[in-house]
């Protein structure tokens, strides 16, 4: 078995991690989240991951250890250890939503032949074909199909017709700014991404797949048009994905995996940049 290269240095790491951390910063400042805060939560962060991400096989993880490993004063690591680990908790209407959608742009029961959801009657209205409430009870029966769509009617993810049919809007596959499912996520989607990276840094071969396609010194037109095609390359990806996913997910005996496959499209004027962020300056931490 091929050994794992040693980890970049800490040096080496500032200036991508710089990078990596001004949108987000950004985001912060926009939001009001402040620097005093965002240190208490990172400070949380690093007893956490030290304690239970660097525990030693068959020891018991000291004070002593986590303070070692993080820089962080022994006083401090003792009031924050035992927090527990964090718990990856979905939302239940985001779960729900996301399981409700998959099932109407993939399964053949709420398709067309080309493959796009059809509009969906309700129950009890007059014509031919599967219902809303069809769908909804196609994925769980502990929630009123009226409760699921007057909620998705108010958050733009569904709309009625004229014909009083059931149609699919882009706000269920893209929420709009504030939805709680956008920032749900924003934390799982970035979160998978830095984390499928961080893998193929530490493992001898890489285990993940994260590439991207990129050019610079464009002009606008011709960047706006890869955008344009870029969108319409990742939502049949997505689509044919989620198709197969959703035939194997009906067969599968289930287990405590997950999986993730996901896209992202980024383009930008590079031409005022003159205020980018400096390398950032290692500082001696807290001593033990």
Request: hydrophobic fraction near 40%.
């Amino acid at each position: 078995m091929t050994e794992a290269a040693p980890p970049p240095d800490a040096a080496r790491l500032q200036t991508p991690v710089a990078r990596l951390l001004r949108p987000l910063v950004r985001l912060f400042i926009r939001c009001g989240l402040t620097f005093p805060a965002l240190s208490d939560l990172l400070r949380e962060l690093y007893v956490n991951v030290a304690e239970y991400d660097f525990a030693l096989s068959g020891k018991e993880q000291t004070d002593s250890r986590v303070s070692l490993l993080t820089g962080i004063h022994r006083k401090e690591v003792r009031r924050l250890r035992g927090a527990g680990a964090p718990v990856r908790l979905v939302p239940a209407s985001v779960s729900r939503s996301s399981m409700i959608v998959a099932r109407w742009l993939a399964s053949p029961a709420f398709t067309d032949p080309a493959g796009a959801p059809l509009r969906l009657r309700r129950a009890g209205d007059p014509g031919d074909g599967p219902t809303f409430e069809d769908l909804v009870e196609s994925v769980t029966r502990d929630v009123r199909p009226r409760a699921v769509l007057d909620e998705w009617l108010d958050r733009g993810m569904a709309a009625v017709d004229a014909d009083g049919r059931v149609r699919l809007e882009e706000a269920a596959t893209a929420p709009h700014s504030g939805d709680d499912r956008q920032l749900y996520y924003f934390g799982r989607n970035l979160h998978d991404h830095v984390a499928a990276a961080v893998e193929n840094i530490l493992s001898a071969e890489p285990p993940f797949v994260e590439r991207a396609v990129h050019y610079e010194g464009l002009s606008r037109e011709m960047a706006e048009a890869m955008l344009a095609l870029s969108r319409r390359k990742a939502a049949d990806a997505l689509l044919s994905v989620n198709r197969e996913a959703q035939t194997a997910y009906a067969q599968d005996p289930g287990g405590t995996w997950r999986w993730n496959f996901g896209v992202y499209l980024y383009a930008e004027d590079e031409g005022g940049r003159a205020h980018e962020a400096p390398a950032a300056r290692s500082e001696r931490g807290d001593a033990p």
